[in-house]
């Protein structure tokens, strides 16, 4: 689950990070009165939305010229003015796609003089099983072209979990950041806070980026995006509180209703499949052949007829889908069920695009009578490699 920045701001004050004063606001009404709650003469008004790249982002509706979604303002009118801009408008950035996503709330927070510019992240090292630290020198950058041009400009230091982070780790941290004076002394402070934070929430990404050095010397978190465990969820309350459904697909909300894993993506053609490793295949044969998945799908090792009947409507429910493969392999799955609920999905939706089913394992013959003496216009595939051309040539007339 993902928060956004000015949440994940006020989350790591309560820990004691170094970050600025700002008011989030919802309407361009209360742009002046949050304004003067600053200390001004430099503000910086900031769109909040789940995704990067906002700064060089732009916005649908207006010129192509006009500023993007993280504009400086040095004046209160100044700063409403933005208000009025931003709000409610569609900002298209590298991470959101053609799309973009349109923005429903602004952070207007407190301006700063900057020396440095720094990257620090903090995320779960899965190749040593521990939470790791990632920082690098060149902040305020994608990361990405930092890693692909410049790798040696990325160092990761890994933190033992039975001492958290240590002296060592720490001066190993502001020695690759570069950090002297003022700012070493602030980096001793704020490395095993955010580390607790981290750890603590049961997050899965908490980004700092930029940490910056200011021109007196001290460090400032002036960007934060954090991520949590969806399956630790049940034990923090107080972050499932801060959830925006509005910046999720609305049929990943519903898939999460039914326990079912779905991410929507950008292709034509549906997936109901069981098993992860299962559907991964399924969408990468669907590719082989020239096509493109619409939806990563996996309804489990023991689904119901609801289940599968929830999932259907799902990804009948996407208007880009001009096709449905269903992928079965059933062990604890049945395949009879699968059918049964394919079939009660049909009839409650209709069937407007063409189907393909492969079943195979448990029930395997059940199913597929179910499947055939339905009258419903489906295609049958011996295999994934069968089922795959089939439904490509299909949605390709």
Known sequence: MNIHEYQAKALLKTYGAPVADGVAIFSADEAEAAAKQLPGPLYVVKSQIHAGGRGKGKFK?????????????KSIEDVVANVKEMLGNTLVTKQTGPAGKQVNRLY?????DIDRE??????VDRSVGKVAFVVS??????IETVAHDTPEKIITVDIDPSTGVTVANSAALSNALKLEGAAREDAAKL???????????????????????????????????????GNALFRHEDIVALRDTTEEDAKEIEAHKYDLAYVALDGNIGCMVNGAGLAMATMDIIKLYGAEPANFLDVGGGATKEKV??????????????????NIFGGIMKCDVIAEGVLAAVKEVGLKVPLV?????TNVELGKKIINESGLNVISADDLDDAAQKIVKAVKG
């Open 118 to 123: 720094l990257y620090l992240s903090i995320l």
């Open 108 to 112: 207007i927070e407190d301006g700063a």
């Open 191 to 229: 490395f095993p806070i955010l580390y607790k934070a981290f750890v603590e929430k049961d997050m899965a990404l908490l980004e700092v980026n930029p940490l910056i050095v200011m021109t007196n010397g001290n460090l400032r978190v002036l960007d934060a995006k954090v991520s949590f465990d």
């Open 61 to 73: 509706e207006l010129s192509p010229d006009a500023k993007g979604g993280v504009r400086l303002a």
């Open 137 to 142: 020198t060149e902040g305020g950058m994608d």
């Open 309 to 326: 009947t929830a999932a259907f409507k799902i990804i009948t429910a996407d208007p880009a889908v001009e096709g449905i493969l269903v």
């Open 357 to 361: 089913v492969r079943l195979e394992g």
